[in-house]
């Protein structure tokens, strides 16, 4: 049972809006920067937002994070078919001294 | 380009030890935290460990605490993860990760824990 919370499954149809939502703690999201990863089919998870709304060089603007208090959001606008993947949310936890993991969120392009 | 090479993994039997590498290239390895997590078979990803730049400062996961020990080698640019009573649910593919945004991933070596 993670300390982050995520729904384990999300979709959408192409050229839709989707939104995925990450709900913490204050000893988690409520005082750290949260991250967003991609896990595509069979890979090594990327890194997708850093410090809650920043893209790394190479991701497209149709991804973008939000933080709010405790929680977390990811938002993919205009959907398609290789969106297709699993999405982790993370933050450091002041309480475990360590990175905890949302459970992950499956998203799927109708 | 950064590049993240593990190997170590294989299988062993429950109880036993085993030590994971993590060859680093393409960046100043010296520079930057290092972390490993893993993910069990279809599962989520789940935090292991992480060490400092300069190998000062180690941080654990509960699970894995007293039992795996994160190490590192700048000389080498290498990573190292030594597992020690291994069990049955630290069977997973384990990643060697960059910095403290997860920035950059390996492959993952495969550690499968069974009598």
């Known amino acids: 049972q993670s300390v982050v919370t995520q729904p384990p499954s999300a979709s959408g149809t192409p050229g839709q809006r989707v939104t995925i939502s990450c709900s913490g703690s204050t000893s988690n999201i409520g005082s750290n920067t949260v991250n967003w990863y991609q896990q595509l089919p069979g890979t090594a998870p990327t890194l997708l937002i850093y410090?809650?709304?920043q893209r790394p060089s190479g991701v497209p603007d149709r991804f973008s994070g939000s933080k709010s208090g405790t929680s977390a959001s990811l938002a993919i606008s205009g959907l398609q078919s290789e969106d297709e993947a699993d999405y982790y949310c993370?933050?450091?936890?002041?309480?475990?001294?360590?990175?905890?993991f949302g459970g992950g969120t499956k998203l799927t392009v109708l | 380009q950064v590049q993240l090479v593990e190997s170590g993994g294989g299988v062993v039997q429950p109880g036993r030890s085993l030590r994971l590498s993590c060859a680093a290239s393409?960046?100043?390895?010296?520079?930057?935290?290092m972390h490993w997590v893993r993910q069990a078979p279809g599962k989520g990803l789940e935090w292991v460990a992480a060490?400092?730049?300069?190998?000062?400062?180690?941080y654990y996961a509960d699970s894995v605490k007293d039992r795996f020990t994160i190490s590192r080698d700048n000389s080498k640019n290498t990573l190292y993860l030594q597992m020690n009573s291994l069990r049955a649910d630290d069977t997973a593919v384990y990643y060697c990760?960059?910095?403290?945004?997860?920035?950059?991933w390996g492959q993952g070596t495969l550690v499968t824990v069974s009598s």
């Open positions: 393409g960046f100043t390895f010296s520079n930057y935290a």
């Open positions: 990760v960059r910095d403290q945004r997860l920035d950059y």
């Open positions: 993370a933050a450091w936890d002041d309480s475990l001294n360590g990175r905890v």
């Open positions: 410090s809650n709304n």
């Open positions: 060490i400092s730049y300069d190998g000062s400062d180690k």
